[in-house]
C-alpha cells in the first residue's frame, strides 16, 4: 500500500502561481509512476502531468506543457506541481496518483494508477 496525502491548493488570479505537494509514505519502492490529475465539475478527470519514479522522464498535457513543471524531493518522497501562469480553464480538484510496478513508461490514463490522493481544490479568477 501506499499512501498519498496532498496539499497546496487555494485561490489564485490568473496569471499567478501554486505549488501543490503529494507525499508519498507506505511501499513506496513499488512506485512506478507519479502523476497529477485534476477533475473540473462536470467533467471527465483528465491527465496533467508525470514522472517516472527511477528517473527524470515527464510528460505533460499539452495545455499545461511550459507553465507546469512536476518534480521530485527524492528525500521526502515527495512530489511537487510548480504551476505558473494560471488560468480559468484550470479550475479543478487536483490528486496525485500513484502507479506500482517496475515500468519505465509513463502511462496517462487514469485507470493506471492504483493508490490516490484525497484531491486538493485550485480556484484560478479571472
Known amino acids: 500500500q501506499v499512501q498519498l496525502v496532498e496539499s497546496g491548493g487555494g485561490l489564485v488570479q490568473a496569471g499567478g502561481s501554486l505549488r501543490l505537494s503529494c507525499a508519498a509514505s507506505?511501499?513506496?519502492?513499488?512506485?512506478?509512476?507519479m502523476a497529477w490529475f485534476r477533475q473540473a465539475p462536470g467533467k471527465e478527470r483528465e491527465f496533467v502531468a508525470a514522472l517516472l519514479w527511477s528517473g527524470m522522464s515527464t510528460h505533460y498535457r499539452d495545455s499545461v506543457n511550459g507553465r507546469f513543471t512536476i518534480y521530485r524531493d527524492n528525500a521526502k518522497n515527495t512530489v511537487f506541481l510548480q504551476m505558473n501562469s494560471l488560468k480559468p480553464e484550470d479550475t479543478a480538484v487536483y490528486y496525485c496518483?500513484?502507479?506500482?510496478?517496475?515500468?519505465?513508461?509513463?502511462?496517462?490514463?487514469?485507470?493506471?494508477?492504483?493508490?490516490w490522493g484525497q484531491g486538493t481544490q485550485v480556484t484560478v479568477s479571472s
Open positions: 507506505g511501499r513506496t519502492f513499488t512506485i512506478s509512476n
Open positions: 496518483a500513484v502507479r506500482p510496478g517496475d515500468s519505465r513508461t509513463i502511462r496517462v490514463s487514469a485507470v493506471a494508477y492504483d493508490y
